[in-house]
């Protein structure tokens, strides 16, 4: 009776869930070709020209858009998806602050034009920081903010002139103000004695290089007129039997029948159900586990939704088939679980940096970064400092690797970055990062800032609201920012569900005696936990170094690789110690990431 009492309760939760969950307008479900879908993707090389004009506006004077590029002025290759910064040796280039103008002509499938009933969507990754994209001339969309997908229908404006190749222009400028995420500067210099003339600096609070550019594919993908727009999952588990509880979202049809079916990795089908809503049982359930906590990791589900409609007498049938790994998240005061079970965090933060393509989606490095990953023994990674591609989600949902999932939230330094235009932004974006990466297995905590002022008076009501908004669209992760303010004047920790701290002992404080390491860190645990009563995780830590660069005689020197070995042993016999003890005493089981992979 008691297993049955359980699974009751777990199917009320799971719907009181529903209740309480503030469900997202629209969804970005992320393209997968099906029966009814087709996929054109437009990766390669596009026509580019940077407006280097003075108030780099000449683009629109012009008006660009309106014909080819190549007709507007001097054109260069680029390829995307790949940041533009590295891809010249132009150093202007490189440096380039402003509007920068991407152009290709695309050949559509006549049978795409043709048939009405065919929904054409140009899709964009990412591109970094506002976009303006225009087809044949006509203004489509535009878009505020990187590391996040947007699309728009075109459909329509193809049909205009069925025999004119698409001629897709996308216009992205990269300036960052205080009111962006990230924040930033611009400043206007001039001193014709000491810099040329119309010297312009964009002056950031992080320490990475803003690359810009179209960093993702673009694509152009079909769906019929009455199609699924969205669907969100949420999973449970009740001793053997899993429970995945389901909304499917469809536009186009106010008359569509929907069926449900859930596969297991051999796609041998285990549930079923129909509805727009709905909870598949599955016994035996396989959970989705993290990498090195179980022999199978990353277990996944297929989860195909059939809708079909009739309209003015035909049949219209879309389908899309979701990945889903069932498992569950819980905090309490002393731990973080996963599947009811302990986790601890032994990973690292990225970038998607790399030499040449700067954050370009790049298949090979991410493969590679995987592989390095399982080397080192991690288990999980933030995704520091902003949104990482949805390809890299879907890697760590197969590959059993955790996810704290962070927004461009990096660099909020300056007390005017915390009025209602910067919190109404952020509010936004936290809307489209949840959208994208809410049925994700891998994503367990999502990150709203990393390193803000955090001890500003305006600090406390923003992360409040912010905090409370992302609850609001996902009740069932926790939520948290990364502090290195003082643990007793941080405003918005009160409001995380997990401490996140960053200090670099013996490296920024004290540089180059390891041996305060122990006491520091120590300290750092017992005041944070003494006030706060959470889990607490060290999402960063670290020492540069010169590689091959060795000492004897001043084993600290610093930036030698003696003294990388000596910081590196300290704080991870600290780490080590703690866990121990705390453990013992039933206080958290504290958690670390280290800096870099």
């Given at each position: 009776?008691?297993?049955?009492?359980?699974?009751?309760?777990?199917?009320?939760?799971?719907s009181?869930?529903?209740d309480?969950?503030h469900?997202l307008d629209?969804?970005?479900?992320f393209?997968r070709?099906?029966?009814?879908?087709?996929?054109?993707e437009l990766?390669?090389?596009?026509?580019?020209?940077?407006d280097?004009?003075?108030?780099?506006?000449?683009g629109?004077q012009?008006?660009?858009?309106?014909?080819?590029?190549?007709?507007?002025?001097p054109?260069?290759?680029?390829p995307v998806?790949a940041?533009?910064n590295?891809?010249?040796q132009?150093?202007?280039?490189?440096d380039?602050?402003?509007?920068?103008?991407y152009?290709r002509?695309?050949?559509?499938?006549?049978?795409w034009?043709?048939d009405?009933?065919?929904?054409?969507?140009?899709?964009?990754?990412s591109?970094h920081?506002?976009?303006?994209?225009?087809?044949?001339?006509?203004?489509?969309t535009?878009?505020?903010?990187?590391?996040?997908?947007f699309?728009?229908?075109?459909?329509?404006?193809?049909?205009k002139?069925?025999?004119?190749?698409?001629?897709?222009t996308?216009?992205?400028?990269?300036?960052?103000?205080?009111q962006?995420?990230p924040?930033?500067t611009?400043q206007?210099?001039?001193d014709p004695?000491?810099?040329?003339?119309?010297?312009?600096?964009?002056?950031?609070?992080f320490?990475?290089f803003?690359?810009?550019?179209?960093h993702r594919?673009?694509l152009l993908?079909t769906?019929?007129k009455?199609?699924?727009?969205?669907?969100?999952v949420?999973?449970?588990f009740?001793?053997?039997?899993?429970l995945i509880s389901?909304q499917?979202?469809?536009l186009g049809?106010l008359?569509?029948?929907?069926?449900?079916?859930?596969?297991?990795k051999?796609?041998?089908?285990v549930a079923?159900s129909t509805?727009?809503?709905g909870?598949?049982?599955v016994m035996?359930?396989s959970?989705?586990?993290?990498y090195?906590?179980?022999?199978?990791?990353?277990?996944?589900?297929?989860m195909e939704?059939?809708?079909t409609?009739?309209?003015?007498?035909?049949?219209?049938e879309?389908?899309?088939?979701l990945?889903?790994?069932?498992?569950?998240v819980?905090v309490?005061?002393?731990?973080f679980?996963?599947?009811?079970?302990?986790?601890?965090?032994?990973?690292?933060?990225?970038h998607?940096?790399?030499?040449i393509r700067?954050?370009?989606l790049?298949?090979?490095?991410?493969?590679?970064?995987?592989?390095?990953l399982?080397?080192?023994?991690?288990?999980?990674f933030?995704?520091?400092?902003?949104?990482?591609?949805?390809e890299i989600?879907?890697?760590?949902?197969?590959?059993?690797?955790?996810?704290i999932?962070?927004?461009?939230?990096?660099?909020?330094?300056?007390?005017?970055?915390?009025?209602?235009?910067?919190?109404?932004h952020h509010?936004?974006?936290?809307?489209?990062l949840?959208?994208?990466d809410?049925?994700?297995?891998?994503?367990?905590?999502?990150?709203?800032a990393?390193?803000?002022?955090?001890?500003m008076?305006?600090?406390?009501?923003y992360f409040?609201t912010?905090?409370?908004h992302?609850?609001?669209?996902?009740v069932t992760?926790?939520?948290?920012?990364?502090?290195?303010?003082?643990?007793?004047r941080?405003?918005g920790?009160p409001?995380?569900?997990?401490?996140?701290?960053?200090?670099?002992?013996?490296?920024?404080?004290?540089p180059g005696?390891?041996?305060?390491?122990?006491?520091q860190?120590?300290?750092?645990f017992e005041?944070w936990?003494?006030?706060?009563?959470k889990?607490i995780?060290?999402?960063?830590?670290?020492?540069d170094v010169?590689p091959?660069m060795?000492?004897?005689?001043?084993p600290?020197?610093?930036?030698?690789?003696t003294?990388?070995?000596m910081?590196?042993?300290?704080?991870?016999?600290?780490?080590?110690?703690k866990?121990?003890?705390?453990?013992?005493?039933?206080?958290?089981?504290?958690?670390?990431?280290?800096?870099s992979?």
């Open positions: 009776m008691e297993p049955f009492r359980r699974l009751v309760n777990c199917f009320v939760f799971l009181a869930v529903w309480v969950a469900l629209g969804g970005t479900l393209p070709e099906s029966s009814s879908r087709e996929i054109k990766n390669g090389l596009w026509d580019f020209r940077a280097v004009s003075h108030d780099r506006n000449l629109f012009q008006a660009w858009y309106k014909s080819r590029l190549a007709e507007t002025g054109v260069i290759d680029m998806p940041s533009y590295d891809i010249t132009d150093p202007q280039l490189r380039f602050i402003g509007w920068v103008w152009e002509e695309v050949l559509v499938p006549s049978r034009v043709s009405e009933g065919t929904r054409v969507v140009l899709r964009v990754g591109a920081y506002y976009s303006v994209v225009w087809v044949n001339g006509i203004k489509m535009e878009h505020e903010g990187g590391h996040l997908p699309e728009a229908e075109i459909g329509d404006v193809l049909r002139d069925p025999g004119v190749a698409c001629r897709i996308i216009a992205v400028n990269n300036t960052l103000t205080l962006t995420l924040p930033g611009i206007h210099i001039d004695t000491r810099y040329p003339a119309n010297y312009v600096v964009q002056n950031t609070n320490d990475f803003n690359y810009a550019g179209l594919p673009v993908y769906t019929p009455a199609y699924v727009d969205d669907i969100t949420l999973t449970s009740v001793d053997n039997i899993g389901y499917v979202s469809v049809s008359n569509s029948t929907l069926k449900v079916t859930l596969s297991d051999d796609g041998h089908s079923s509805g727009p809503s909870v598949l049982k035996d359930v959970l989705w586990w993290p090195l906590m179980h022999e199978s990791p990353g277990y996944l589900y297929s939704v059939h809708m409609t009739a309209s003015e007498g035909s049949a219209c879309d389908v899309y088939a990945p889903v790994g069932i498992r569950t819980q309490t005061n002393t731990q679980l996963i599947n009811s079970k302990p986790f601890y965090f032994h990973g690292v933060n990225k998607e940096d790399a030499d700067g954050k370009g790049d298949w090979p490095l991410i493969v590679k970064d995987f592989n390095l399982k080397w080192l023994g991690a288990n999980s933030r995704t520091s400092h902003y949104p990482y591609a949805e989600l879907q890697m760590a949902d197969r590959h059993g690797i955790v996810v999932d962070e927004c461009p939230g990096v660099g909020i330094a300056d007390i005017r970055s915390f009025g209602n235009a910067s919190l109404s509010l936004v974006v936290m809307d489209e949840v959208r994208r809410k049925n994700h297995a891998s994503v367990v905590m999502w990150s709203v990393n390193e803000p002022a955090a001890e008076p305006p600090a406390g009501f409040k912010l905090i409370a992302t609850k609001s669209l996902d992760r926790p939520v948290t920012f990364i502090t290195a303010s003082n643990f007793a941080d405003k920790a409001y995380v569900d997990v401490i996140c701290v960053n200090s670099y002992f013996s490296w920024y404080s004290d005696h390891p041996e305060v390491i122990p006491y860190l120590n300290t750092q005041n936990y003494r006030k706060y009563q889990p995780i060290q999402s960063e830590y670290g020492a010169v091959g060795h000492t004897v005689s001043v600290d020197l610093l930036c030698c690789s003294f990388r070995v910081f590196s042993t300290g704080q991870k016999q600290t780490f080590k110690n866990k121990k003890l705390l453990s013992k005493v039933n206080r958290p089981v504290l958690v670390k990431i280290s800096r992979l």
